[in-house]
Each structure stands twice: as C-alpha cells, then as structure tokens.
C-alpha cells in the first residue's frame, strides 16, 4: 500500500501516519493529488530534534 499526506500537512502529522502504518517513507501530494515528494524518516530525523525521530522509529518497527 502507499501512504500520503498533503503538502501542508505538518510534521507531527506526518511521523503520526509513519507510526499507525508502520512506515518509513510517505508520498507528499499537492492540491490535486498530485506527487509533490517523498518524505522518508532519514528525512526527519535530519530535520527534527532527535527524540522525535527516535520514537517514530520505535513504532514503525514494532511487530503490528
């Protein structure tokens, strides 16, 4: 399955859909559900403080 948020979705929302799907990339898509990027969680961590980061990807890898 593929997984996306919107363009202004916020990051919290973003690492909430990674976490409840158990994911670790997500496509971004524009007004018109349209491919506007990928955001994958090396792309978090990168861009966050790192517990956020570091608590997505202990939900992404716990068994379902």
Do not use: W, Y
Not at 6 to 12: C, F, K, Q, S, W
Not at 42 to 50: F, S, V, Y
């Amino acid at each position: 399955r593929i997984f996306s948020c919107p363009a202004d979705a916020t990051v919290e929302d973003a690492c909430t859909l990674m976490e409840e799907e158990q994911v670790r990339r997500i496509v971004i898509v524009d007004e018109n559900d349209d491919l506007a990027g990928i955001v994958s969680l090396a792309d978090i961590a990168a861009q966050t403080r790192g517990s956020q980061s570091a608590e997505v990807l202990k939900k992404v890898t716990e068994p379902a």
